[in-house]
């Protein structure tokens, strides 16, 4: 069965091979250049969990720009989909599995914009490093081979700590381990991997970094609750379904987490605890509390895929054959139709203000930006000299801050008191694909306080008049 993973790394590699479209990326490069900050308060403490990664990608980026960032992305998740996969390549040959190839081909290819360049890309090399040395470790007679594989994961654990917050899921997979084999040396190596925080200089703060991000995800505290529910990629699968907001991916979210629950349920039930299938329950209603976790599912469901169609006698089977082949030339056929509409920058400039920061750079103002937090993180990096009023950071902003920002778009009387409050003579929005601030946009155009300076068909920029 090991080339007919082959087919799946290959649709990996393609799926993800298309621009830079989160925004979060341009903050990221940006504090991988240099720590920056916005103008307006952030709140204590500051913890830059994703330190790792952004120099990573930094670098990267340095040698190539975003053509080469957007392959690194590519690569990094194929090699993803091969940790997980790795392990049905050990078991015996009996065929390749055409029937499993089929259906993983199509699943990557419907969630494909799921495969961004973020931190949880790193997050899932580092889970399915642990998934593979995890048995290995706890499997092997050698006390060598023993000693070095808990070193590389004591290693990848530090690392993994400075990458993203969900650094968490490598102690939680080990005790997962754990269970059931009773040993000190295992609950040791448990307690050693929970510790590796605080061997970096922040350490109870990124100890109990994941403890506040949990929080913000799911709106547990009073506090939290306006990020969880205002925040997109915050928002479970059924909200956003409901909402009609990316109805089609959002449904299939909907969908593929149930099922994968549910059955994941009957497994547990009938086999009893198996790791295997709790990892697979706890990723399914992660997907299922935020969408940003389906990409969480993707590689453990295509694992399980392969695991539940291995029996099926498809070798020989013509039909399923023929059904591999179309499978496989349909999906390059619209993968080169989407390839050809990409622009060769790789920046996916209908999410981020490409023109208009072009502009601003060479039409300084005297006083402080507004701008919207999806286009806070391309204007940090492009130009670092005016600083913006928010990012997509907003784990440093307090709740107050981040209700009163939201309540901009619909009180224009609010917004237009604050801006002249905070010395704000410059305003920055979108004028496509995120409607919250139609509203205000529209307020500005006709009153008086404010001038068009700029507009194209993606952003608008607005000066306040100078009354003498």
């Not at 449904?251 to 994968?260: E, K, N």
């Not at 005016?386 to 907003?394: E, L, M, N, S, T």
């Not at 801006?419 to 003579?425: E, G, R, S």
Request: proline share 4%; glycine share 6%.
């Amino acid at each position: 069965m090991t080339l007919a993973i082959v087919p799946v790394l290959i649709a990996a590699l393609l799926c993800a091979f298309f621009p830079l479209s989160d925004t979060d990326i341009w903050w990221h490069l940006a504090c991988g250049r240099e720590w920056i900050s916005t103008w307006t308060p952030v709140r204590e403490p500051v913890v830059n969990v994703h330190e790792f990664f952004q120099q990573a990608v930094y670098a990267v980026y340095g040698v190539g720009g975003a053509p080469l960032l957007v392959v690194f992305k590519a690569l990094l998740w194929s090699l993803v989909f091969y940790l997980f996969l790795r392990p049905v390549c050990k078991e015996p040959k009996g065929g390749e599995n055409y029937l499993a190839v089929c259906v993983s081909v199509i699943l990557l290819f419907v969630f494909r914009y799921q495969m961004e360049m973020r931190p949880i890309v790193f997050s899932l090399v580092f889970l399915g490093v642990f998934w593979n040395l995890l048995p290995f470790v706890f499997g092997t007679n050698s006390k060598g081979r023993k000693i070095l594989g808990i070193a590389v994961l004591l290693l990848i654990q530090w690392a993994w700590c400075r990458c993203q917050g969900l650094y968490i899921l490598g102690p939680i997979l080990a005790f997962a381990f754990v269970v059931g084999r009773r040993s000190w040396a295992n609950a040791a190596l448990v307690v050693a991997l929970f510790a590796m925080p605080f061997l970096h200089s922040d350490g109870l703060n990124l100890f109990l970094y994941p403890f506040g991000l949990l929080d913000r995800l799911l709106g547990l505290s009073p506090s939290a609750a306006v990020f969880a529910s205002q925040i997109a990629e915050n928002r479970s699968p059924f909200t956003v379904a409901f909402a009609g907001e990316n109805l089609l991916q959002s449904v299939g979210m909907v969908l593929v987490g149930g099922v994968t629950l549910v059955w994941s349920v009957v497994r547990l039930a009938r086999r009893g605890f198996c790791v295997h299938y709790a990892v697979l329950f706890t990723v399914a209603v992660m997907s299922l509390v935020a969408e940003r976790n389906f990409v969480l599912l993707m590689p453990l469901l295509v694992l399980e895929i392969f695991k539940e169609t291995s029996c099926v006698p498809v070798l020989k089977d013509r039909r399923m054959v023929a059904a591999f082949v179309v499978v496989c030339s349909v999906f390059l056929g619209l993968w080169v139709k989407c390839v050809k509409v990409y622009d060769s920058s790789m920046v996916s400039y209908q999410r981020v203000p490409v023109n208009a920061a072009l502009w601003m750079k060479t039409h300084p103002h005297a006083g402080k930006l507004f701008n919207d937090d999806r286009s806070g993180g391309y204007l940090e990096f492009v130009n670092p000299a005016d600083p913006v009023f928010i990012d997509g950071r907003f784990i440093l902003k307090t709740r107050e801050f981040f209700e009163r920002y939201l309540l901009y778009s619909e009180q224009t009387n609010l917004f237009e008191e604050d801006a002249a409050k905070l010395d704000v003579d410059r305003a920055v929005f979108p004028l496509r694909y995120f409607s919250r601030w139609e509203n205000l946009v529209q307020t500005l155009e006709r009153g008086e306080n404010w001038r068009l300076a700029y507009v194209d068909s993606l952003y608008v920029i607005f000066d306040r008049v100078l009354l003498r």
